[in-house]
Nanobody
């Protein structure tokens, strides 16, 4: 059974930065494309970014392009999301999962952008 543990969220002022981490157990990250998703209050969960296992390619939602960077460390079975220039619209619970999603969701990590 695959388990996902997200961490690194918190309260940050507009313009600030955070780095999220997702540790994956029960699956070898080397074989999977994985991504970050988020669910803002009152909204559906949406895809934010993904990284391919085949060519290390990355894809970003238009809303985060140029501000967020996804990376992976296959040796540590960990996926990261570096978030810069955060704004209140980025406030959400952030989750990682296969891309497209296929594992049970973890608990997520709360990101709140507010002054």
């Amino acid at each position: 059974q695959v388990q996902l543990v997200e961490s690194g969220g918190g309260l940050v002022q507009p313009g600030g930065s955070l780095r999220l981490s997702c540790v994956i157990s029960g699956a070898d990250l080397y074989y999977y494309s994985v991504g970050w998703f988020r669910r803002a209050p009152g909204k559906e969960r949406e895809g934010v970014s993904c990284t391919s296992n085949s060519d290390d390619g990355t894809v970003y939602a238009d809303s985060v392009k140029g501000r967020f960077t996804i990376s992976r460390d296959n040796d540590k079975n960990t996926v990261y999301l570096h978030m810069n220039s955060l704004n209140p619209e980025d406030t959400a619970v952030y989750y990682c999962n296969r891309w497209p999603p296929g594992w049970d969701w973890g608990q997520g990590t709360q990101v709140t952008v507010s002054s």
